[in-house]
């Protein structure tokens, strides 16, 4: 079989295989929403069983499988640009995160993370109590 070389198709191909990384493959949303944050990770075509979400002191790794349709002996590829295999994305939790309560919610090909901000690091205002001053016992002397 013949195949004409085009080599601005082939530099195209060699800088996505090198600017594709886990973020390519993983694209998030982050934001804070009253007291807690979300981020909101899309997965299309991953099959929930396959999200996998740890955290390992202050990092947070969420990895999932995507899979390729089978091809067959008919099948020629024109364009083939969504990531299969593993895909990951990491990240770092602040101090004052209830790391324990984090929620997971897949939906519509969309991961959302709901990452609660701990009570301690709340805001809170301190109240400030006024006292009188403390008067001094004792007797007076005068002095000439």
Do not use: C
């Not at 198709?9 to 007291?35: C, H, K, M, N, W």
């Not at 740890?54 to 020629?76: H, M, N, S």
């Not at 993370?113 to 805001?123: H, R």
């Amino acid at each position: 079989m013949a195949r004409n070389l085009d080599p601005f198709r082939d530099i195209d191909r060699l800088f996505g295989e090198v600017t594709r990384g886990t973020q390519a493959g993983l694209p998030l949303d982050l934001y804070r929403s009253g007291d807690h944050f979300v981020a909101e990770l899309d997965l299309p075509g991953v099959d929930p069983a396959s999200i996998d979400i740890d955290i390992d002191d202050r990092t947070l790794t969420v990895r999932a499988e995507r899979t390729r349709p089978v091809a067959d002996d008919q099948t020629i590829w024109l364009v083939r640009e969504r990531v299969a295999g593993t895909v990951a994305r990491q990240l770092t939790l602040g101090r004052g995160i209830a790391t324990d309560q984090i929620v997971a919610d897949y939906r519509d090909g969309v991961l959302v993370l709901t990452i609660p901000v701990d009570e301690e690091a709340k805001p809170r205002k301190i109240s400030v109590q006024h006292s009188s001053r403390a008067e001094i016992s004792g007797e007076a002397t005068e002095s000439d």
